[in-house]
């Protein structure tokens, strides 16, 4: 049984591109949740989503980032013009339909670097 | 708003000794969840232990065990025998029952263990 699936692990971009970071859930959850994670810090909430539905995104920056959660495919959290500030690990975590444990299983984490 | 706070940036331990982690919360609910994730130089995020806050009876996993005080609202985490594999951050975290919530994840603590 597969694990929280993230991709790429590492990526690279200059200020002002844009990244795009996948997450594939476990088999059978339903509910994605994203996490940046800034160096020498704790895990920071950004958005929760259910398949094309955005539920809770309160931890989201106003500007620039957009997350997604199709009926088919990955989760996709974008950044656009990035800016060396956004350099971090972001990691996605995933939870299924009936809540059981209360836990939450995560991603190895995609670690993003902004030259 | 829920909190989570840990008062220990670092910590460190004997091998073999038996090291405790602090960690204290905030919150009006009174169904919830609390975890501890260890993250070790890989970044994955594990599970340790978790508690349901209905439950009196503290959680134990093998080395790992914890004292939950729901009228404190102090959740320590007390690893026995510690072992060099258990160098890390660990984190406390909180979540509601009462919904699919985030977890809310406090600062960590960065554990050492001395050989």
């Known amino acids: 049984n597969a694990g929280v699936m993230q991709n790429p692990r590492h990526l690279v971009r200059r200020r002002g591109q844009e990244a795009r970071l996948r997450c594939s859930p476990m088999?059978?959850?339903?509910?994605v949740y994203w996490y940046r994670q800034l160096p020498e810090e704790g895990l920071k909430f950004m958005v929760y989503?259910?398949?094309?539905?955005?539920?809770?995104e309160s931890g989201m920056p106003k500007e620039r980032f957009s997350a997604e959660f199709p009926k088919e495919g990955p989760s996709i959290l974008r950044i656009q013009q990035v800016v060396r500030g956004d350099s971090a690990a972001y990691f996605c975590?995933?939870?299924?339909?009936?809540?059981?444990?209360?836990?939450?299983?995560f991603g190895e984490g995609s670690r993003l670097t902004v030259l | 708003a829920q909190t989570v706070t840990q008062s220990q940036p670092e910590m460190s331990v004997q091998e073999a000794e038996t090291v405790t982690l602090s960690c204290t919360y905030d919150?009006?609910?009174?169904?919830?969840?609390l975890f501890w994730y260890k993250q070790p130089p890989s970044r994955q995020m594990i599970l340790v232990i978790r508690?349901?806050?209905?439950?009196?009876q503290n959680a134990t996993e093998n080395r790992f065990s914890v004292n939950f005080q729901k009228a404190a609202k102090s959740f320590s985490l007390k690893i026995s025998d510690s072992q060099l594999g258990d160098a890390a951050m660990y984190f406390c975290?909180?979540?509601?029952?009462?919904?699919?919530?985030?977890?809310?994840f406090g600062p960590g603590t960065s554990l050492s263990v001395i050989p």
């Open positions: 919150t009006s609910e009174s169904d919830y969840y």
């Open positions: 508690q349901e806050a209905y439950k009196q």
């Open positions: 975290a909180y979540r509601r029952e009462t919904s699919y919530d985030k977890v809310i």
């Open positions: 989503l259910q398949k094309e539905n955005i539920i809770d």
């Open positions: 975590a995933s939870s299924p339909r009936r809540q059981i444990t209360g836990e939450l299983f």
């Open positions: 088999k059978g959850h339903s509910h």
